[in-house]
């Protein structure tokens, strides 16, 4: 194990690297504090960890209830006993991601400097700071190289960086509904959300908790704008159509304009969206993971081409989209598997169809689900990994 020290809080644990982290951006973050969950067993020769990576409003609650909302884990019909990520088999890790507001280290941790949370002076980062982080984690248990990186969005932004900036830790990638940078509509769409933040009177320069307060109605509509991007039109109009909500509250105890009365289905959906995400997100989190994802060019950040950054690569490459996602398009994905393609790298990919947009990758997918399991059975075989591991 590398030096450092690990605390239990809540039911995630949380390692410390006493020595920090240097930043893209030259600031020096120490301590760095990287809460994360495990499921499975690693093995004695520490050859099957699947490292998982979240998205944007993900956090480390894979599989056990999120301790906040009590709501099951993001993934946990894709992770465990018999499942596609087949914990039987596999040591799964998960980690809240650098900037994030589980456990992390990010705007609220304490600034060692000031000896105060860092709030929205907490620094700049990129994706490469991300994985640079949870890299200090898998250091921490001695591993090598990671039998697979998997994730979906923002995740898989993460998967991609990780091939590029350690392909000899990665013995197997799946990045799903994701691109090799982030296009010019998602930047659009994250500046819109982020300034709904600013506009709420309780942002206070983003030191609303020295106030005491919070900018939830900015946070909540940054929510409802993003949850939009997530689903597919054929999905809103399958779910809501345009169906009034009944017994919905008058306008006038919402503050709304009589002209508001009733609401619609999907409006009441968004809103419920909104409310319930304040309660465990931070707004000064989001600004700074959003602007990571708004940063993210994977061939820029390598001054290449971005088949020239996987032209050694021996890693085992899966891609994986959904027909109906507009946030992340087949278009971006076939880029980059063109990509890796003319860089020789082993390939496949493959187009789900679904009228269920870009949240696909975590819903009942049946096909998905059997890429998954196929994927991570065909690599483990050619790996040579055994068919389970169990404590004790």
Request: proline share 5%; charged share 20%.
């Amino acid at each position: 194990m590398s030096r450092g020290k690990e605390v239990t809080r809540l039911s995630h644990q949380i390692y410390t690297h006493e020595e920090g982290l240097e930043l893209q951006c030259g600031q020096m973050l120490a301590p760095l504090d990287i809460a994360y969950q495990t499921y499975g067993t690693l093995s004695p020769d520490r050859d099957n960890a699947i490292l998982i990576c979240h998205a944007l409003t993900g956090d480390q609650y894979v599989v056990d209830p999120h301790p906040i909302t009590n709501k099951p884990g993001w993934w946990a019909r894709m992770v465990g006993p018999g499942l596609p990520i087949d914990t039987n088999r596999f040591f799964v890790i998960c980690s809240n991601v650098l900037g994030g507001c589980m456990g992390s280290t990010g705007p609220l941790s304490i600034c060692r400097e000031t000896g105060q949370p860092w709030d929205n002076d907490f620094p700049a980062i990129t994706m490469h700071d991300i994985t640079a982080a949870q890299a200090k984690l898998i250091d921490h248990f001695n591993i090598k190289r990671l039998f697979a990186v998997i994730g979906g969005s923002m995740g898989g932004m993460q998967v991609l960086s990780w091939a590029a900036n350690y392909p000899e830790r990665v013995f197997a990638a799946m990045p799903i509904a994701t691109a090799p940078y982030q296009s010019a509509q998602n930047i659009a769409f994250n500046e819109v959300s982020r300034q709904a933040i600013f506009a709420d009177p309780e942002w206070h320069g983003g030191k609303y908790r020295v106030h005491n307060t919070l900018p939830a109605r900015g946070l909540g509509v940054a929510r409802m704008m993003a949850h939009i991007t997530y689903l597919s039109e054929e999905a809103l109009t399958r779910k809501f159509g345009r169906r009034m909500r009944q017994n919905s509250v008058p306008a006038k105890e919402n503050d709304l304009p009589l002209l508001f009365d009733g609401m619609f289905e999907v409006e009441s959906y968004l809103r419920h969206q909104g409310s319930s995400f304040v309660k465990r997100f931070d707004a000064n989190s989001y600004l700074t993971i959003s602007r990571a994802m708004d940063y993210f060019d994977l061939a820029a950040d390598h001054n290449a081409d971005l088949a020239e950054i996987f032209r050694w690569s021996s890693t085992r490459f899966c891609v994986i989209s959904f027909s109906s996602d507009w946030l992340f398009s087949t278009m971006q994905s076939r880029q980059l598997v063109r990509a890796l393609n003319r860089a020789g790298a082993n390939v496949s990919f493959v187009e789900i169809e679904t009228d269920r947009g870009h949240d696909a990758f975590l819903l009942e997918e049946p096909d998905f689900d059997r890429t998954m399991r196929g994927f991570l059975r065909g690599a483990a075989a050619h790996a040579g990994l055994k068919e389970t591991y169990h404590a004790g």
